[in-house]
């Protein structure tokens, strides 16, 4: 069973995305009201978005911790397509009321993110927006079922990870 996918990680009864133990470290905690991005050691979350709000969300994940970094986003103009840069780790989307562009980032953990992981992670993020149910997220059995099932995906190929992500969200106990 996988405790964590890239950057997604369940801490105590919640999932969040990113490191929030790093020096000043910001992190997206999944909540089953919405979104709470945190920095670390402060106790307010510095933005709280509900799941209503969003008509989209992506998630983007740099696979070395080295690569958000702004040298990286210049490298990066020689890579299309690679999420590196200040933005390689964030999440962006469209929120309503009012429609408008949404973005924020989250701190790379020290561990590499696996090619596999990231593929299926942004899968799982494109699929529920797309069946609409990004709410889905906030609720940590069923998120917990979701990462068990797609942690031991270890492929490159994204085809075969988006139907593999495809599958859990119809049906993530099997």
């Not at 890239?6 to 999932?15: A, K, N, Q, Y």
């Not at 299309?80 to 790379?108: E, F, K, Q």
Request: proline share 7%; charged share 25%; net charge positive.
């Amino acid at each position: 069973m996988g405790q964590y996918l890239g950057p997604l990680e369940p801490i105590g009864d919640r999932w969040v995305i990113g490191d929030p133990t790093r020096k000043e470290g910001l992190s997206v905690v999944l909540t089953p009201e919405g979104l709470e991005h945190r920095r670390r050691g402060e106790t307010a979350p510095l933005l709280v978005v509900e799941w209503t709000r969003f008509l989209e969300l992506r998630v983007r994940a740099a696979y070395r911790r080295w690569q958000p970094t702004p040298f990286a986003g210049f490298a990066g103009a020689f890579a299309p397509g690679a999420d590196m840069g200040r933005d390689g780790c964030s999440l962006n989307g469209i929120v309503r009321h009012p429609y408008d562009l949404w973005r924020v980032r989250y701190t790379h953990h020290e561990r590499r993110y696996t090619g596999g992981h990231v593929i299926v992670l942004k899968a799982l993020f494109d699929e529920l927006t797309e069946a609409k149910a990004l709410h889905r997220l906030g609720d940590p059995e069923w998120l917990g079922t979701a990462v068990a099932k797609l942690s031991s995906y270890t492929s490159w190929y994204a085809p075969r990870g988006s139907r593999l992500v495809a599958e859990t969200v119809r049906n993530p106990g099997t």
